[in-house]
Each structure stands twice: as C-alpha cells, then as structure tokens.
C-alpha cells in the first residue's frame, strides 16, 4: 500500500509540473508574438487565470487589465479635476475618452472576443487611440497621466496582437 | 443521407471528453481488476492516465499556438515601437489599413466633437437604423411587392454586441420603415449572437431562412427560420425551427470558424445546394451542403474552392451572372449563357473580394477563369475599393436584377460613436451585372429608384485648363447626385503618347500610396471636389488620374482622397482606389453620390466604385461647397455634367400609419 500511495503521489506530481509547465508554455509562446514581450508576460503572470487559459483566456486576462486600467484612470481625472482646476478642457475630453474605454470597448471586446474577433481588435486598437487623443490634448508636459495613458497603448498593443491570432 | 455531424452533441451539457476521467466504464475490467493483482493494473492506469493526460496539454497547446503569418511583422513592428503617445505602437501596415491609425504628430491636441458636427454625420437617403449598432446586411429579399431587408443589430449600444435582426421594407429599396426586430437571441443556439444569413424562395414561393447562431458555448452553428405568417406581407414574425441547429462545424472545421450560410441553389439532381465559408489553417475554404428540406444535410467532400493564405472566409456569395444579357438572374440558372461568381469577405483585411469563374454542378466545385487573381488574394477584385464590407447579394424577382448591399462602418472614433449615439450605414442597393464589354469585372450601378430623390438639377459644361479649381454653386452640398463625363484635350494626349522619354507612370502609380490628389502629373488629376470648405482647408476630392502605361497605352486610376477630409485627428482618411478599364472611344465617366458623412464614388458606369466615410468638422451644413478641379500639369479637361440636389428618404420608425403611407406609393 505505500508504494501505492507513493506512485499516486509522483504521478501526480509529475502530472501537476508537467501541466503547469506545459500551460506555462502557452503564456510564453503567446507573448513571444506580441510587440511587448516582457509587459504581456508581467500582466499574464501576474493573473492566476494564465495558468489554465487558452488564447482566448488570455485575451480576456488582458482585456480585465485594460478596464482595471482605465478605471484607474477616471479616478486620477477626477483627482485632478481638483489639483489643476486649469486644465479642466482637456480633462473633461480624457473623461468621455475613457469613459469610452471603460463602457464600450471593454464591452464589445469582451463579448467579441469569444465568438467574432475581428470586433475585438477594433475595440482594442480603438482603446488605444482614445488614450492616446487624451494624452494629445494636454499642452507639453502637464499631463496628469501620461504614465497612465502610455501604459494603456502598449497594453492595446499587446491586446491586440494577441486578438489577431483568433481570427 | 442524413449527416452524422447533426447528431454531434453541442449542447449545454456537452463534456470534453479528453478532460473527463480517463477510465472507461467496462464491466468486464472491473471484474478482471477484482482478480489481478491490484498493485500493477494501478500502475499501468497511472500510467495510461499521465499520458493521455499529458496528450490533452500537447494538443491544447497546439491549438493555441497556430502558426502565425504576421509573426514577422509584429516583430519588427515591435522594435520601432516608438513611445510617441500619438502613434499607435505596434500596428502594422499589414494589418487592417481601415482600422486606426492615428494622424498628426505627437502634439496634436485633441479633437472635440460637438453636437452641431456630430448630427451632421447623419444621412438623409442611406440606410441606416434610428440608433444604435449596425452590421452585416442579412436575408434581403422581395415579397408580396415589398423588399425585405435584415441587418445585423445592437439593440443597446452604438458598439457591437448582443447582435439581433434588424428589419425594414420598402417599395423601392430607398424609402424605408423600420419595423420590430425579427429574431432575437432567445435560443440556446443563438444565445451569443443572431448572425448573418440568406433566404431562399422554394418552388412554392415560401420562404426558409438560414442564419449562423453562436450558441451559449461560442460555437457557429446553422439555423433555420421562416415567417410564422405567409400570409403577413410584412413578415413580421419569425419561426425558429424546432431541430436546430441543422448544421454544426464538421469534422476539420473549429468552432468558430464556420458562419454565413448563402442562398440555396437547385442542382441539376433536384437538390437543393449551398455554401458556407470557412477556413483550414490559412487557406479560406468553401464547404458545400445539398439538402431537400433544409433541416438534414449532406455534406460534399469537394469544396466549392479554396485560395491559400486569404484566412477566413466570411459572408460568402455565391450566384450566376449572364455573359450576354445586362439583367440579374435567379440564383439557381446555369448553362452556357452563365458565368458564375464567388466572393468572399476576408477577415483578416476586412475586403470583400470575388472572381468570375465556371461552377460545375456534378460534383459542386468552381474555378476562376483568371487564378492569378483568385478569390481573397490581395490583387484580386473587389466590389467596391473603399470602405465596405460583409456585401450580399440578392434576385429581385420583381425587376429582374441582382441587387447587392454592402455594409458601410464608421471611420471615426468609438467615442464619438457612443457620442452621436449611432454607428454604420448600408451602402445604396446596387444592380450587379457582369461587364459584357470587358468580360472580366463586374458593373455596378445605384438602383434606378435612388434617381426619385432628385430635385433641382443644374447642368454645366466647361473647360478647365491645367491647375484650376472651380466652385460649382448649386446651393447646399451636402446631400448631391452628380453625373459627369470628361475629355482630356487631343493634343496634350498626343503629346504625352508620342513622347517616347515621357516616364512610364503607370507602373508605378497607385491611389493609395502616390500622395492623393495634390500630387500632378501631366493628365491628371482631375475631378469634384465634395464637402469642401470654401478656403480648402477641408475637402475629398473624388478623381480620374491617366498616365501613360507600357506599349504607349494610357492607364487610368480612379481615386478618392479623404486625407484632408476632416481637421479631426480621430478620424480614418485614407486616400482609396483603384484603375478603371476605360476602352476605345469611351469618355470618362464618373457618379458620386454625397450624402453627408458618406461618398460613394462610381467610375466608368461602375467598373470601379468606392465608397468613403468623412467626417468635415467646418465644411458641414451652408459650409460644405463643391468644386471642380483640374490639377493636370499639361491637359485642359472638358467637363459636362449635372448636379442634382437630393431630397431625403424620410426613413420613418414603425407605425401603421408610415407602412400605409408607404403602400400607397
């Protein structure tokens, strides 16, 4: 009997690692297709979801990350709202844009993504461009969130690409 | 004999079964366990377990990881990915040249669309819903003395989703009333969405609908649908049938790779035949099905065709066209007298395109006549070169032409969609013919009914020497029917073909990438100029450009230039457009249609057409003018044409009184 119980538990060990090495594997190989490398596999990894997803899984994983990020982004314009009164305009349009974001692409991509790709990369590529039209509208250098909205455009990027390999 | 694929479980309750447990249930084994010793057969289903298990994440993995043609581009996308905040990294110039790119340099501040712009945008003659999301034309069809029209439809949003059918009639394919949803997603098998598809009239006149649902697993399915009512010459209400899906992906084929099903055909075998795009790794397929009654199907082992490297194949179409007669015919005549065409609409790239070829019904394959310009590959035909998509055709029996719709998205932002409430447009139905004169392209023209919107009208004829501009005052310019036709001067012609040291332009001329409408070469260009504003600093110019070809022939290009279309840095401006066969004797012939934010531009009687989106931020309303132009270094350009102003549709939302009024007309 113990050596029983002994075989169950190396199988079953050599199952998990192989399992998650080979899943593993498809985060990594996924992200080698992308524009970012190195940024596609910090935000899989960082998702307890990658170990077990598929390509559309990942897709999902990064398209979570872009309403996490947006929503954080309202929340720095609203912030900012107070902190530099004088640059309202170009707040007010960095609101709509990403609202934007947050309620219509989001949205489209997650349903598109599953069934009709090619709405997803629209969404997606169109994610990007709000970010970046926000970002062009502040004059040079006071911008509140150009980190923010940098990291939105190669989020999208990556989003993308990975969208692009489901049509 | 019925196909074994109908009887595939895709259901709620399906289970994988490579996931579930890797024992069988075998009573005998069970027995035979009892006797043996228990510790070796627990190894060898350890075993047995580690390994299939083991296969499962190979194969998982491989599904994953499909090859992928842009590899390379992506890479070296991925290197010159600059951090200029107003460059969209990464987007390559392979892909999708209609989706985003942003214009301007990395200062450009941002463009703020109000109100007064974004209400302008609205067409007054196209079809388009009062609000909300459309896209794929669907099901179009005549009956009862109605023309029937579905469309793919987000009832909640001004963005894709929750996609139901939409549904109009009209007596005459421009004047519309909206009438209530015709199917919504109500069915397991249409959950995710009630995507497009085409109607077939049976020998006794009734009606079957196939449709693609993605059903509550994402998966493609086929279903049938009639009107619950022949007797409604509405159709208001639609009836699903109780066995769907009749088709699922077969055997080869993913699950999401199989949607759109055509018109059926009858085959020479009294069956009933169709096609259903689709693809194998990258080569865009066409699966064939023949049925008698619609719900059991059998599935050819032949393709219609298939072009490698063109991906998927959507919203395939599939019809004859008559080699000597300039009239549409139904979508089941064959014989000598028949060329028959299949087009496709290649998802990688958003392009419809087709070819003409020979179908052979014996065993349901087609070839093209020219493979060098085969379905899908990027230098075959198109329909239309601008901004259209998703394209379906249908025969009227009533007038006896084969009409064609194309789906016209937007070409601004998805922000100022969810701003202005509303996305996409139907192009104007268009009779499709094949070119008796060339043989080798398709014709197209706006419906004749379009020309019952014209009011005023006002003709001119002019000369206009080399740089030139010339406003044409016709009042508002927003919404114009305009018919030319153009001479360049014999003598500049003469010049430029005699000269034997004159550059071969031709070669390498392209709309696209030889810099629009500014740039002049000797015999061009030359055209309108639409929702300009009078200092020019917005306008689309819709142009000829000749230039002189191989064996001192002139070529001519046909183009439409929407780069300064719109001071807005949100907005796609692409310059459009393609040559245009011009034959001995003919003049240049050119129709552009305007109807605010759409320009739909046919060149010599529709050999080559083109269909943009613009979206002019000054020249709207009492701003938008029209010029003519002449940017010709050498030629001067004789100019006759007629401008008409054109009324609205008045596309009206569903009430008894609007379809009575209809009726009467």
Redesign the interface.
Known sequence: MKMIKIMIIVTMAMMMGTAKSAMGNIVDQTCKQTPDYTLCLSLLNSDPRSSSADVVGLGLILVDKIKALGTETIGQINVAYKTKPMLKRELDECNLRYKTIVEADVHTAIIAIKGNPKFAESAVVDAGIEASICQGGFPEGQSPLTDSTQKMVKICDVTRAIVRMLL | MASSDALLPISAREEDPLLSDGSRSDPNAETHRRRRP??GL??VS??L??IA??VA??A??D????S?V??AE??S??TA?A?S???????SEK?NDQ??K?S?D???????WNNSMLSWQRTAFHFQPEQNWMNDPNGPLFYKGWYHFFYQYNPN??????IVWGHAVSKDLIHWVHLPLAMVADQWYDA??V?TGSATFLEDGSIVMLYTG?TDK?V?VQNLAYPEDLNDPLLLKWVKYSGNPVLVPPPGILP?DFRDPTTAWKTSAGKWRITIGSKINRTGISLVYDTTDFKTYEKLDTLLHKVPNT??WECVDFYPVSKTLVKGLDTSVNGPDVKHIVKASM??T?IDHYAIGTYFDSNGTWIPDDPTIDVGISTSLRYDYGKFYASKTFYDQNKGRRILWGWIGESD???A???KGWSSLQGIPRTVVLDTKTGKNLVQWPVEEVKSLRLSSKKFDMEVGPGSLVHIDVGSAAQLDIEAEFEINKESLDKILGDASATVEAEEFSCQKSGGSTVRGALGPFGFSVLAHESLSEQTPVYFYVAKGKDSKLKTFFCTDSSRSSFA??VVKPVYGSSVPVLKGEKLTMRILVDHSIVEAFGQGGRTCITSRVYPTKAIYGAAKLFLFNNAIDATITASFNVWQMNSAFIHPYSEEAVRALSRT
């Open positions: 228990v510790k627990l190894a350890f075993g377990l580690f298990f083991y994440l190979i998982t993995r599904g994953s990881t499909r992928n842009d590899d992506i890479k996308d991925g990915t951090t905040r107003a460059r969209l990294a990464g987007v892909s989706l985003w942003l301007g990395r200062n450009t501040v941002a463009f703020s949003a001004a963005v894709w989703g929750d995710n969405g995507w993605s994402s493609q999401k991906g998927m998802d990688d958003r932002s998805e922000s969609d969810v701003q840095n949100d």
